[in-house]
């Protein structure tokens, strides 16, 4: 079975804060060898005191970003995974010269009708070095496998790119805050990925919590 290769900090260009990958021959088989593949989990979670399951009629997306095609890219990947009520990306309803303006927007998404709203934030992104030793030890397997040069497999080091997202629920009838969590999320291959890994990690925990119905 072929290895399933993944991107790691080497392949991926960083522009205010999110990953894009960056087309090298080089560097895809560096990835090929390492295959350092992507991966989310959740590590932290704060919930309102005695909040309902979500129950919303029309949901807006919003990835806080100065970038606006980054911001477009992720606002879109986050519609994509919401499947049970309408969902828009903020982008298509407030125009990008009025973000900064709150009361404007405020004005622009009541008008709307939009009740919740699903915020994503890129909380850290870091690079973690790992040494990987030589494949012999001290053992006699280990030296005979160092001393068979189709065996050996020498020591290098490999670089993971970690991302910590936070996402926040919020009502937008109430102007409450109800669930927020940070993944962390480890070799994303790019934007659309890396929102799809943590909507999926956001889901299952909503599930869990019986916030959100089983699909």
């Known amino acids: 079975m072929a290895r399933r290769a993944c991107l790691g900090r080497s392949d991926l260009v960083y522009v205010r804060g999110m990953p894009f990958p960056r087309v090298n ?4 088989l560096l990835a090929l060898i390492l295959t350092a593949c992507s991966s989310t989990k ?4 704060w919930q309102a005191p005695s909040v309902e399951p979500l129950a919303f009629t029309k949901l807006l997306a919003l990835a806080l970003t100065t970038d606006a095609s980054l911001r477009r890219v992720a606002e879109r990947a ?11 990306p ?3 309803v407030v125009a990008e ?21 699903v915020v994503l934030r890129v909380v850290s992104a870091e690079e ?19 001393a068979m040069p189709t065996t050996y497999a020498p020591a290098y080091y ?4 970690i991302v910590r997202v936070e996402t926040s629920i919020y009502s937008l009838s109430q102007d409450r805050l109800l669930w927020v969590a940070t993944t962390e999320t480890l070799n994303p ?26 699909r």
């Open 25 to 28: 021959a080089f560097l895809v």
């Open 42 to 45: 959740l590590v932290t979670k």
């Open 78 to 88: 986050v519609c994509k995974q919401v499947t049970s009520v309408p969902c828009e």
């Open 90 to 92: 903020a982008h298509r």
């Open 97 to 117: 010269s009025e973000m900064d303006d709150v009361a404007k927007v405020k004005e622009i998404v009541r008008a709307a009708g939009f009740d919740g709203a």
């Open 128 to 146: 973690k070095v790992t040494y990987v030793p030589p494949s012999y030890g001290p053992t006699f397997w280990g030296y005979y496998a160092y």
């Open 158 to 161: 490999r670089a993971d790119q």
């Open 189 to 214: 291959k790019n934007v659309p990925s890396l929102v799809e890994d943590v909507a999926k990690a956001v889901r299952r925990e909503l599930q869990k919590e019986k916030l959100i119905p089983e």
